[in-house]
């Protein structure tokens, strides 16, 4: 079902944000194990640290962005059943320090006391939890964490909201009226400029594909078209945007949702993609 033209990590990315956005954040876990073949279900054997470690972070990075679609409580949900599904497969220890221990250090890699067995002292995922270089406080006048407008986040976030949006952006940004400071602040510094345009783990393909199966899955037409169209403005055929739309209306009919959202019917599929030719 999945076009040809879309990466591999698709099969995993599309599903996941498409489920998290229908309401049913306690299947990542169990989806990370059957795509990595560490469940009795898996159809194949586990895949190679490396490939598990992969998937691992493009489900943590479609997870910090996702929140900024589907809000927070949704998101934090699915990172609790995904890394609970990491422990009960020993790909993380079950017992390592957490980050809001007074006494751990969340930016140091730290190694488990000799004491501790060798096979509990390896572990694909690490053993334990560090932030991750482009969150950590830096000093330079290009650190990511400097959110005021012009800043380079911020400059990175209009970069790519125009990239997706074109000239159709100021259109839309009048809608706002005497807010449109204060939001387009928001869209360019935080959630375009510090997390949907950062592809240092998911490209700003895949980060799309998570962008528009969450609003597609939600039922929200409107801003659902804008990003199928963004899916053509990096480089998707029409064809393939339409193979996207079913794969999340698949999934709806699988899992249901909270929403009437998109049911991949070949009619509707036509009418949410029937304005996306225009490039």
Request: glycine residues 8%; proline residues 8%; charged residues 15%.
């Amino acid at each position: 079902m999945l076009p040809a033209s879309l990466p591999k990590s698709a099969a995993y990315i599309l599903p996941a944000s498409t489920l998290i956005a229908l309401g049913h954040p306690n299947l990542l876990g169990p989806l990370f194990l059957h795509v990595t073949g560490h469940n009795a279900t898996a159809p194949t054997t586990p895949l190679p640290p490396a490939e598990t470690r992969t998937i691992s972070l493009h489900l943590r990075d479609m997870l910090l962005k996702e929140w900024t679609l589907t809000g927070i409580p949704l998101v934090i949900t699915a990172v609790s059943s995904l890394g609970l599904a990491e422990q009960e497969a020993g790909l993380f220890p079950a017992d390592a320090a957490s980050t809001f221990d007074r006494n751990a250090d969340w930016n140091t890699t730290t190694t488990p006391p000799p004491s501790q067995p060798d096979d509990q002292r390896h572990h694909p995922l690490g053993t334990t939890s560090t932030l991750s270089p482009r969150y950590s406080t830096s000093t330079t006048s290009t650190n990511p964490l400097d959110l005021a407008p012009n800043t380079p986040t911020s400059v990175r976030g209009a970069t790519h909201l125009h990239r997706l949006y074109r000239h159709h952006l100021p259109a839309i940004t009048r809608t706002w009226a005497s807010h449109e400071a204060d939001f387009r602040w928001l869209e360019e510094s935080v959630i375009y400029g510090l997390f949907l345009s950062d592809d240092a783990v998911l490209s700003a393909l895949e980060t799309s594909l998570v962008t528009a199966s969450a609003i597609v899955a939600q039922g929200l037409k409107p801003p659902s078209l804008w990003h199928l169209r963004g899916l053509r403005r990096l480089g998707l055929a029409r064809d393939d945007v339409e193979g996207v739309v079913r794969v999340v209306g698949e999934c709806a009919v699988w899992a249901g949702g909270r929403v009437g959202g998109v049911r991949g019917e070949e009619d509707e599929v036509g009418e949410w993609v029937g304005w996306v030719g225009e490039v």
